[in-house]
Every structure is written in structure tokens, then in C-alpha cells.
């Protein structure tokens, strides 16, 4: 009768509509806090003790597991620290059995009773060697945590109770781990390269994809497997602590079997019928597996968007230490929903991944991801301009189609353990569309815009890597990426007002004036790199680096007006501005090369691994454009340096530090005008330089299993010289922007810092995050540098439960201030989001989950203000072990009607407000298969 109440009271609550969303925060979080107060208070016994060897030295990283004696249940563990001290809380008054264990060492038990007149108790146990490990790696497997190495390994239902649907539930209850806002995984606050099931790639190791799709009943193990290297025979030789790579160990009922879920439903929504379909299916064994993941919905539910397409390396990456020169989208700024959250959503998702073990030396994987999705947003922006002192309101309208296609194909070819072979294919199609209605008002004005923006890319990026050991000494890797790009961008505008006058030559007698841009950009780009490494000793070994990175690029663009009798008028160059006359047609040849040698040294010595290295390159430019050639041809060598202090086997400092030479693409060398949007012009400068950047980083990172406490952290310094900079003409609302380098003696800076630490007390964990970025930079606006800052603090600490007979929830507290100063104008912006999350199961077959999140947006003027939350709740129904899921889902149950969000660059700083989905109601079923 009691969990009745209780979920009849929670209820009651959400439905009283004269409370405020703060009210409503303060009563759950009160009624939680009273329902446990009892069990988080319950009367225990500490056990502290010391785990040594037959020789009475320490052993670290040993296993304690203490198991109720009477169920054999999992109480409690706890792992050695260096001194190999551990410490147990146990329920006082019962029987527990210890098993302490370490891998080559025999297993040993003993037996306690915790009685409640004794506040601890000390117990050492003392572990003999032997010969045959297997008992000690089943005990291990038994551990909830166990850290060996560069590894930890997480047993899942040690974690759970049972309420998780997929694996990023799991993930976000293990010490140490973090899922972002995004769907992300991140380990030490490092996003994580790789996720693998059953050591096979799941979608090329994307994480979003993992964690919003494997089922959290299918996971046994969680491994976390840092210094991440796939190759073999390249471990240890570079440094590899930035890599970080996390694999899926299934349950024994998963392997050899289909396993997947159907899940299918139905509701409604102001009046409008909402469907929700999502077939999963899976297989592994060891020669093969086979993922299938559908999607179809129109509730918000987006599982791949335009971001993730364009974040959707496919394993590609730079390996050119010392330059940074990337190729630029051309994306023409499509909007971008907030969290996903829009005034309407429909999403049409398809994605396949197979892996096949041929033979034992062949490897063959790849997958298919295809998505469509539809997108409505309405959005009130507030702009306000730093020179002209302009502010802008706009409204706007917007209708976005996104088609996606992605196809890579792999294989490994290894025949022996000292030769292997790697090629991939990855090719990516789209099609995205927007389609636009904006009413612009400034001062007097009110302009009426219409915008239309299409962009159809086609790439093709294929990857062949070579790695042979020819003896203990000397090892070879050679690795060559090839880039085909072809984008055709078009843009669309049709306002009201004469826009650019002055600079476009348009025809004034129009009912409207319709500007229209043709753009179309090739991209041909290979880079290739030898690597010898010579291996001194196991402590040492040296590493010479030839490579070239070689960029093709042809761009080619035209503006041109639609006239009222659809007849077309194009330009090729502007009126005379003040006796300069600009082209508005690109026809622009760009070359980029860089040759370089680079030569590096890893020596360990005690608890320090130190590499540094040195790299020469030759630097070649050529751009043909406007009938003429330019040039550039320049000589860097950049020193880098990487130091690693491993203070204990779960406790490093890391720092590196870095001159990178900052190269542009082809964008910002063509000379002619091009629109970005509506009221931004823009053109490159064909005698742009490189810029350079100095970096400095040092991370810090501490796995401590003795007191269950988890710290990482990292600080980050960027000093830029000669950077691009903007020189930007601002009249009104209106830009005018070109490009160019800023003299040393104003250089960027960028200062980051971030903290993250966890410490499970009992059954609670505490979480604490703080996040900090400055950022100063210059830029030229009408004809005088500027100085813009931004300062933004994040910071979030939240409280975890983990009980096994009694609900589980995370109530926590997020601050966000954007602090800003542009040239002078000063704002600063705060959004205080507290948060609580309830998982509670009642009656055996009921599980009720809720997520509350309120919102606090003001600025320092408090001349904005604005309150807003958002409830989402679901009734689950399973009976047993039945393969039939019912549900009961609400989202956005207050039914907010908006959020907010603010930006920053050097022209202006905006707010906006964007209207989202409405409440919706659902049922829903689900089928395990």
C-alpha cells in the first residue's frame, strides 16, 4: 500500500497545476529524500585490512568480495590500494564470506559476523602463488570493478537494478564514466575513440550509436581500455594516452543467437497522431556478426543528425603532427536544432554493420547508415551588433530535410604477427535542404526575407595502412588517406530591401529583389606517412617520420539575380567602391603541399616517460585565380615535447606541449564576394599566411578503488600568432567581411580547465564537474582591432543511488554563465538547471521512470528572464521474464513552450528563443526477441 501512495502521491503532485516548476522540484525531491532517509542511514560495520603475499609484501589491485552468506549475493568489494589497505561496509548483524584474490595467487575466504556492538573490524588475508591462474580469472570476473593495467573492467549488473533500457543507462551508473549531453561517452573527460562488442566494431566505434541502442539486458562486462592502440605491434612505441576505447562483453544467452527488440507505439498530441517504430536486431559469435537498427518516429526522437553525419570520421584521421589543414564544409550555416529539440520532428533511419572472420588472417567489416529526417523550428532571435549599436529582432520560420547516406567497407589482412595490412572505404552522400520565411526588424526597418538553401555533397575517403616488424628492433608502419569531395551548395535569397548597395549591382525596378549563388567546390587531397621505429631496449626506442600531405581544390562560384520576368541577370563584379571595383565570380585553382621529416625519442625512466621530437617541413602554396598565379614557399621546424609521470598503476600526470603551423583551404583564398547569409558577405584573400599555435596541456588522472574516489583533470593553454582574422564592415545589420593575418603583437589566447571527480559513499555516489574556458581574440571591425572575451563556466554535482529494494534516483544542479565582452560591450548570461531522475520498481512488474529538468535563463540586466522545465515520465509493465514490454510515455509533460540559448563572435552577440514538441502521450509496446 505504501509504493501506492507513493506513486499516487508523485502523481498528484506533477497534476496540481497551481504549483511552479521550482515547487514541483522542492516536493519530489522531498518525497524521495523521505523514502530513503531510513535506508541510507541503516547501521553498518567498516572492515579495514591489509592483502599482502606469502612474503608479506603489499599486494595493489587485489579483490575483496564480501557475499552474503546465506543468498550468496553480492554485498559489497572493494580493490587494494598501493599499500594494500582495503575498506568494506557491511550491514551490521549478518553473516558475510570475504574472498580476497589476485590474479596468480590462490584464493582465500574467510568468514565474519558483523555484529552491530563492533563499529569495525580489521582482517588481514595473506595470498600464496601458484601455477594454474584459472580460478583467479574467474574471480576476477567476479569483481564489479577490477583494474589490471591500462584496463578496467566493470561488471554491469553490479551497477544496476534493472530499470536500464539501453546501454547508456548502464554506462551512466559505472564510477568514472560519463555520458554527455549528445549521447556520448566519456572516460577521464575524454570522449572515447571506440566502442566495441565482442571486440568487433559496433558502426566503426561510434558511441552515440552504442549507447542509444544496445540493450542493457545483453550487457555482462564493460571494459575501459585506455592507451588505446588496435595495432598490435604499435603498442607501447607512440603515446597513446589520448586514446581511449571501450568494449561490450555480452551475457552468455547473447552469443550465438539472434537478440533484439521490436518496439512499436502509438499516440497523440494537441490533436495530431504520433507513432513510434524501432526494430532492432543482433548477432555475434566468434566468426561473425550482423547489427540491424530502424528508427522511424515523429516525437523529437532523432538518432543521427546532420552534426553526427559530419562528426562521422569512419576512422579516418590527420596524422600530420605539426600542421593543422583541414577541408571546410560547405554548409552554407543550415540550422541546427538545440538538444534536438525543434517545433516539430520526423525521423526515417536505417542503419546495417556486419563483421566477418574469413579466415584466420582475414577480417572483413563494414556498415550502411541511411537517414531522413524532417525538421519545423521557430525561433525569435535578439542580435545586437557591436559597432553600429544595431539590434536586430528576427523571427523565423524554418523547414529543413536532411538525406544522409553513409557505406564503409574494411578489411585486415593479417597473416602473421609481425605483417599486417589494412584498407577502408568510406562513401558519404547527402542532401539537405531549408527552406525559410524571416522577418527581420531593425531600428525603422522591417524587412520581409525569404531563403531557400540546398547542398547535395558526395565524398569518397578510402585508407590503406601497412605495419611490419621485421625483428625485435626495428618496426615499419606506412599509412596513406586519399579525400574525393564534390559540393555544390546553392543559396537563395528573396528581401525586400535593396541589400549591399553599393557592392551588388542589382536591378532596382523589382517588386522584390531575388538573389540567387551558384557555388560548387572539388576537393582531390592525399596524405601519406613512413614511420621506423627502432627499439633501443624495453625502455627506449626512436621514431623517424617521412610524410607529405598534398590538397587539390577547384572553386567555383557565381551570384545573379531572378528577375520579375524570370529572366536571369548575373555579376561578375561590382560597381566602383570608393575607386575599387570587386569581382563577384570565383573561378580559383588552389594547391596546398606539405612535405616533412619528423624524428621523436621515448625513454622511460622510473615513473617518467618522456618523448620528445622535432619536425621539418616544407610548406607550398599556389592559388590561380583572377587571371593570375600567387605563390608561397616557407620553411618551419616545430619542436613538440610529451612527459608522463605515473605516480601509481591508477594515477598519472600528463603534459604536451605543441607548435602546430595553421593552414585555411580553398575558402578563404577566393577573392570574389560570396553570400553567407542574407546579410553577411564575405571574401577570401589569396595572400593569406599560416598562423601558428603553441599549446600547452596537462591532464591529471586518478583511479582510487580503496576509497571509491575517481578525480581527472585537465588544463589547456593556445596562444595563436598571426591568426586568420575577420576585417569586417558592419552598416547597420549588414557585413561586409574579408580575411587576413593580425600582427603578432595581438595574439589569441585560449585558457580551458576541467575537473571532474566521483566518490561512492555507501550506496550513494557523489558527482562533481566543473568546466572553464577564456578565450581572447582580435579582430578588425571598420578598420579598428578589437578585442573580444568570453569567459564560460559550467558546472555540474549531482547525487546517485544505487539501491537494490528501494528507488534509485539522481538529483543534481547545472550552472551555465556566459560571460561576454566585445569590444566593450559587456553581457552575461546564466542558466541554473537543477535536475532529478527516479527509477523505482513496485509490485514486481511495474517500473516507473521520471526525468525533471528546470531551466533559470537570465541575463546580468535581468532584462531577460525566463522560467521554463521540462517532465518526462514512463510506466513500464513486464511480467517476469516475458518478452512483452507495455508502456505508458509522456514527454514534455508541463508542456513548455520554448528554450533558450545565447552566442558569441566578434561582429555580435545574439539570444534566441526556440519553440519545441508540444506534450505528447504514448503507448507503447516492446518485444524481446
Known amino acids: 500500500m505504501t509504493e501506492y501512495c507513493l506513486l499516487k502521491t508523485t502523481y498528484c503532485q506533477l497534476k496540481t497545476k497551481n504549483d511552479s516548476p521550482t515547487q514541483t522540484m522542492n516536493k519530489l525531491t522531498y518525497i524521495l529524500f523521505l523514502i530513503l532517509s531510513t535506508t541510507i542511514f541503516a547501521q553498518e560495520v567498516e572492515i579495514n585490512g591489509t592483502i599482502n603475499d606469502d612474503t608479506g609484501k603489499p599486494l595493489e589491485m587485489a579483490n575483496v568480495i564480501a557475499t552474503d552468506k546465506e543468498s550468496g549475493a553480492i554485498e559489497s568489494y572493494a580493490i587494494s590500494n598501493y599499500e594494500g589497505r582495503y575498506r568494506l561496509h557491511l550491514p551490521a548483524d549478518k553473516t558475510f564470506v570475504l574472498k580476497a584474490s589476485f590474479l596468480g595467487y590462490e584464493t582465500v575466504e574467510k568468514e565474519v559476523n558483523t555484529s552491530s556492538n563492533a563499529s569495525n573490524l580489521d582482517i588481514t588475508f595473506t595470498l600464496n602463488p601458484k601455477a594454474d591462474q584459472l580460478d583467479g580469472v574467474e574471480i576476477v570476473y567476479e569483481m564489479p570493478v577490477t583494474v589490471k593495467g591500462d584496463t578496467i573492467v566493470y561488471n554491469a549488473d553490479s551497477f544496476t537494478d534493472g530499470t536500464e533500457r539501453k546501454l547508456g543507462d548502464v554506462m551512466k551508473k559505472l564510477p568514472g564514466i560519463e555520458i554527455n549531453d549528445e549521447g556520448e561517452i566519456q572516460v577521464e573527460g575524454k570522449a572515447v575513440n571506440k566502442v566495441m562488442v565482442e571486440e568487433k566494431d559496433f558502426f566503426d566505434g561510434d558511441s ?19 592507451n588505446y ?16 576505447a571501450i568494449n561490450i562483453k555480452l551475457k552468455e544467452g547473447k552469443k550465438n543467437f539472434w537478440f533484439g527488440e521490436v518496439t512499436a507505439g502509438g499516440g497523440f498530441s494537441e490533436g495530431q497522431g504520433r507513432y513510434l517504430a524501432h526494430p532492432k536486431l543482433f548477432y555475434y559469435n566468434p566468426k561473425y556478426s550482423l547489427n540491424f537498427i530502424t528508427d522511424f518516429n515523429n516525437i523529437g526522437e532523432v538518432p543521427f543528425t546532420w552534426r553526427d553525419y559530419f562528426k562521422f570520421t569512419g576512422g579516418f584521421r590527420n596524422f600530420n603532427r605539426g600542421t593543422s589543414f583541414s577541408v571546410n564544409s560547405n554548409d552554407l550555416g543550415f540550422a541546427i536544432t538545440q538538444n534536438n529539440r525543434a517545433n516539430a520532428l520526423e525521423t526515417n533511419f536505417f542503419a546495417g554493420n556486419f563483421s566477418w572472420q574469413t579466415s584466420k588472417s582475414l577480417d572483413l567489416s563494414g556498415f550502411a547508415i541511411l537517414s531522413d529526417n524532417k525538421t519545423n523550428m521557430v525561433t525569435n532571435t535578439l542580435t545586437q551588433y557591436i559597432t553600429s549599436n544595431a539590434s536586430e529582432n528576427r523571427n523565423g520560420y524554418n523547414n529543413l530535410r536532411s538525406r544522409l547516406g553513409m557505406l564503409k567497407l574494411s578489411s585486415v589482412y593479417k597473416p602473421n604477427v609481425n605483417f599486417q595490412l589494412d584498407y577502408d572505404a568510406l562513401i558519404k552522400v547527402s542532401k539537405q535542404t531549408e527552406d525559410a520565411q524571416l522577418l527581420s526588424v531593425f531600428d525603422s526597418f522591417s524587412n520581409t526575407i525569404s531563403e531557400a538553401k540546398e547542398n547535395t555533397p558526395v565524398s569518397v575517403n578510402q585508407n590503406i595502412n601497412a605495419y611490419y616488424t621485421l625483428n625485435d628492433k626495428n618496426i615499419f608502419a606506412a599509412q596513406m588517406q586519399h579525400l574525393w569531395q564534390d559540393e555544390d551548395p546553392f543559396y537563395q535569397a528573396v528581401t525586400q530591401l535593396f541589400p549591399f548597395q553599393g557592392v551588388l549591382p542589382l536591378n532596382n525596378n523589382q517588386t522584390a529583389f531575388n ?6 567546390i572539388k576537393t582531390n587531397k592525399l596524405d601519406a606517412t613512413v614511420d621506423y621505429y627502432y627499439v633501443i631496449n624495453n625502455k627506449s626506442n626512436i621514431n623517424f617520420t617521412l610524410g607529405n600531405t598534398y590538397s587539390n581544390q577547384k572553386f567555383n562560384s557565381q551570384i545573379f539575380q531572378i528577375l520579375d520576368d524570370n529572366t536571369t541577370l548575373p555579376f561578375t563584379e561590382s560597381p566602383p567602391v570608393e575607386g575599387e571595383i570587386f569581382p563577384l565570380k570565383n573561378d580559383v585553382k588552389f594547391r596546398f603541399n606539405d612535405a616533412f621529416l619528423g624524428l621523436h625519442y621515448k625513454v622511460k625512466t622510473g615513473k617518467f616517460i618522456f618523448t620528445p621530437g622535432v619536425s621539418l617541413h616544407n610548406y607550398s602554396l599556389i ?6 598565379s600567387v605563390s608561397q614557399n616557407n620553411w618551419n621546424l616545430f619542436p613538440d615535447l610529451n612527459v608522463l609521470l605515473q605516480l601509481k598503476k591508477s594515477e598519472s600526470l600528463t603534459f604536451d606541449y605543441r607548435i602546430t603551423a595553421e593552414y585555411t583551404d580553398v575558402n578563404n583564398y577566393a577573392e570574389a564576394f560570396v553570400f553567407n547569409n542574407y546579410n553577411r558577405l564575405f571574401r577570401g584573400n589569396r595572400n593569406l599566411e599560416n598562423s601558428l599555435s603553441h599549446t600547452y596541456n596537462l591532464r591529471y588522472f586518478s583511479f582510487n578503488m580503496f576509497n571509491y574516489t575517481n578525480i581527472h583533470g585537465n588544463l589547456s593553454y593556445s596562444k595563436r600568432v598571426n591568426g586568420f582574422k575577420n576585417q569586417t564592415a558592419i552598416a547597420a545589420i549588414n557585413q561586409v567581411s574579408t580575411i587576413a593575418n593580425i600582427e603578432s603583437n595581438f595574439p589569441d589566447e585560449t585558457f580551458s580547465g576541467f575537473v571532474g571527480f566521483s566518490k561512492r559513499v555507501k550506496k550513494l555516489q557523489f558527482k562533481l564537474n566543473a568546466n572553464v574556458a577564456y578565450m581572447k581574440a582580435f579582430n578588425t571591425i571598420n578598420n579598428v582591432i578589437q578585442k573580444s572575451k568570453s569567459f564560460t563556466q559550467n558546472y555540474r554535482g549531482s547525487i546517485l543511488s544505487n539501491f537494490n529494494n528501494a528507488p534509485n534516483f539522481e538529483v543534481g544542479y547545472r550552472i551555465l554563465i556566459n560571460d561576454y565582452d566585445n569590444g566593450g560591450l559587456k553581457q552575461t548570461f546564466y542558466t541554473h538547471r537543477p535536475f532529478i531522475n527516479v527509477d523505482y520498481t513496485f509490485l514486481k512488474n511495474f517500473t516507473f521512470t521520471a526525468d525533471y529538468n528546470y531551466y533559470n535563463y537570465t541575463n546580468k540586466t535581468k532584462t ?13 509493465y513486464q511480467k517476469g521474464e516475458s518478452p512483452w514490454e507495455f508502456s505508458i510515455q509522456a514527454t514534455n509533460i508541463l508542456d513548455t513552450k520554448f528554450i533558450n ?4 563572435n566578434e561582429q555580435f552577440n545574439s539570444t534566441s528563443q526556440y519553440f519545441v514538441l508540444p506534450r505528447i502521450m504514448m503507448f507503447v509496446i516492446k518485444y524481446d526477441l
Open 901 to 904: 540559448n545565447d552566442s558569441f
Open 623 to 628: 592559388n590561380d585565380q583572377l587571371g593570375t
Open 229 to 244: 592502440n588496435e595495432v598490435d605491434q604499435m603498442r607501447g612505441l607512440g603515446n597513446d594516452q589520448d586514446n581511449i
Open 864 to 876: 531577460i528572464d525566463n522560467t521554463y522545465a521540462f517532465l518526462d515520465a514512463t510506466l513500464f
Open 208 to 226: 552515440k550509436l552504442a549507447t542509444k541502442n544496445i540493450p542493457a539486458d545483453a550487457v555482462d562486462k564493460v571494459q575501459v581500455l585506455r
Open 515 to 520: 538573389i540567387n549563388q551558384d557555388k560548387n
